[in-house]
C-alpha cells in the first residue's frame, strides 16, 4: 500500500484537472494496443470497515467475487451485469473479521491482510504484511491455517512485503514481494506446494514499478498487477503476463499500462474469461480509508 494517500489522492485530483489521465473514457491514452479499457465503476457501502481492498477473485463467470480488506476482514458478493457483461451493480454480504489459528481476531500489527488467492473448494489463502506469512481460511469466519513461513519472510521490508498471492490450476501457490531491497535486485517469486516453499526464479525490476497482485488466467498464464507512484500526481497501473514452465518465468508483455491519475490504487487483480470468449482483467483500488479516494472495480478486455 502507498505510505502518503493523501498526497496521492492531491495527484489524483490534479491529473484530472490536467488531462493527465482521464476517467472511464480515457484509459486508452497510454495502454498497450492488446487492452481495451471496459469501464469504472465506483463501489460504496455504508459500513465503516468497507475500503481498502487489496485482493480480489471472480467465479468464472464474472459474477461472483470474493475480496479482502487490509484490515482483515473478507467480503463476498455479486456483480451484476447487463448482456455485454457491462456492471449494473454490486451487492455484499461482507463483511466477515479474519481470524489467527487459535481463533482470535486479528489486530493491526498481525492484520494486514493484503493477497488473496481462492481454491477450487471456495476456501481462501490470504498473505500478509507487517508479519509476512500465508495463511488458509477453509472458512472465512474460522481460524486459520498456518502455512510455514520460510526464514526470508522475516527479512521482507516492513509495508512492502507479500503484496500479491495467485494460486494456478494444479493449487500451487505463488507470491512476491512488494519491494526486492533495491532497485538493484529482483523480486524473489515464492512457491508453495507439497507442503514446503522454494524460490524457483525471480522477475527483474523495472524502473519504479512495484507488483500488487498477480493471478493465473483461464489460459494457464500468469498475470502480473503493477504500481507506479508519483507523489501528488498520483498512480500509474501496468498489467503483465508471463509463462511459467518448471522452474522458469519468460515473457512479461505489457497488456495495459495507464497514464497518471486514470485509476486510484489498484491493488487487486483476477483474470477470467467472459461470455464472448475474451479474457477480462478486473481490478479494485485500495482506497486506505481516505475521504477523497474511492474503491474503484476496473475492467479491461484483451484484444485476440
Known sequence: MP????????????????????????????????AEFLQSWVWTVANP???????IELGPDGRDFVTQSDRATIWRGRISRDATGRILGVSTSGPVQLHDSAGRPLDTVTGDSEGLAEAPDGSVYISFEGVARVAHYPTDDGPAERLPRPEAFKHFQRNSSLESLAIDAEGTLYTLPERSGSLELPFPVWRYRNGAWDQPFSIPRDGSWLPTDADFGPDGRFYLLER?????????????????????????????????????????????????????????????????????????????
Not at 4 to 28: E, F, I, N, Q, S
Not at 254 to 275: C, F, M, P
Open 49 to 55: 470497515a468497507f475500503g481498502g481492498f487489496s485482493g
Open 228 to 304: 507506479d507512484f508519483w507523489g501528488f500526481l498520483g498512480f500509474l497501473t501496468r498489467v503483465r503476463v508471463f509463462d511459467i514452465k518448471g522452474d522458469t518465468i519468460t515473457g512479461g508483455e505489457v497488456l495495459v499500462q495507464t497514464g497518471v491519475g486514470t485509476h486510484d490504487n489498484l491493488e487487486g487483480l483476477s483474470v477470467w474469461r467472459d461470455a464472448q470468449g475474451a479474457i477480462r482483467l478486473t481490478m479494485i483500488s485500495d482506497d486506505n480509508f481516505f475521504l477523497l479516494q474511492r474503491t474503484e472495480i476496473v475492467e479491461y478486455r484483451l484484444r485476440p
Open 3 to 34: 505510505h502518503c494517500p493523501r498526497l496521492a489522492l492531491t495527484g489524483a485530483l490534479v491529473g484530472l484537472v490536467l488531462g493527465l489521465g482521464g476517467g472511464a473514457g480515457g484509459a486508452a491514452g497510454t495502454q498497450a494496443p492488446r
